[in-house]
């Protein structure tokens, strides 16, 4: 008698589904694609996502080497570059002057440098809540806002990645290395636990971002 076992990304993917769904869905990536969010509330995102994506690729430098972490770590997802052209595009070359992170964005980052630079499972799921959510439907959001705001390729370089020829592909081959990682039964536990955790800090941001509206912004038109 045969018993089937689910693959670890598969369990992964299913047990983070609706924590997925609470960060994919809040109001404010709801209206930004929708076309009810502006240009400034759309560098506001931008700037609060720097200081994530600053902490998680300075965790990936310090990762690169580690026989569990290394097979993720690849300089065609990183998104820092594309983040500091957007940002000097939409706010000007003294953009990172003039950023502070809301308390929310300081949370994550927090949490980020307290596992994702020493902890081997922490930095894979953090990696793999940011970067796998980024390639799977980023190129939908860069298109939609290059469309709102009249872009072409400044504005959305955060979207868009070049280095990554077939994401289905990648995504496959991700996935396989998920799969493949020499976790034991309570360390997957705590990898899921961590994504769920990566999700809800995510949520917490885009709902301090979205705070920042202008109130006539929020008001409902009918």
């Not at 993917?13 to 240009?39: I, K, N, P, Q, Y």
Request: net charge negative; with cysteine.
């Amino acid at each position: 008698m045969s018993t089937n076992v689910v693959p670890f990304s598969e369990a992964l993917r299913v047990r983070t589904r609706r924590s997925h769904g609470v960060s994919a869905g809040h109001g404010f990536m709801h209206d930004l694609v929708e076309g009810r969010c502006d240009v400034a509330d759309y560098a506001t995102l931008l700037g609060q996502y720097a200081f994530v994506y600053d902490a998680l690729e300075c965790a990936a430098d310090r990762m690169a080497d580690h026989p569990v972490a290394a097979p993720f770590v690849t300089s065609r997802l990183t998104r820092m570059p594309g983040i500091r052209a957007d940002l000097e595009y939409l706010v000007g070359p003294d953009w990172d002057e003039l950023l502070t992170p809301l308390p929310a964005t300081t949370a994550y980052v927090r949490r980020l440098n307290e596992v994702a630079a020493t902890w081997p499972g922490g930095f894979v799921a953090h990696h793999y809540t940011r970067y796998l959510g980024d390639l799977t439907g980023g190129h939908a959001i860069g298109r939609l806002l290059a469309d709102q705001f009249g872009f072409e390729t400044n504005g959305v370089l955060l979207w868009i990645f070049d280095q990554v020829a077939d994401p289905a592909a990648f995504t496959d081959t991700y996935r396989f290395e998920l799969d493949a990682a020499p976790w034991s039964d309570d360390e997957r536990e705590r990898v899921i636990a961590e994504v769920e955790l990566a999700y809800r800090l995510d949520a917490g941001l885009l709902a301090a971002v979205d705070g920042m509206r202008l109130p006539s912004v929020l008001a409902d038109p009918a």
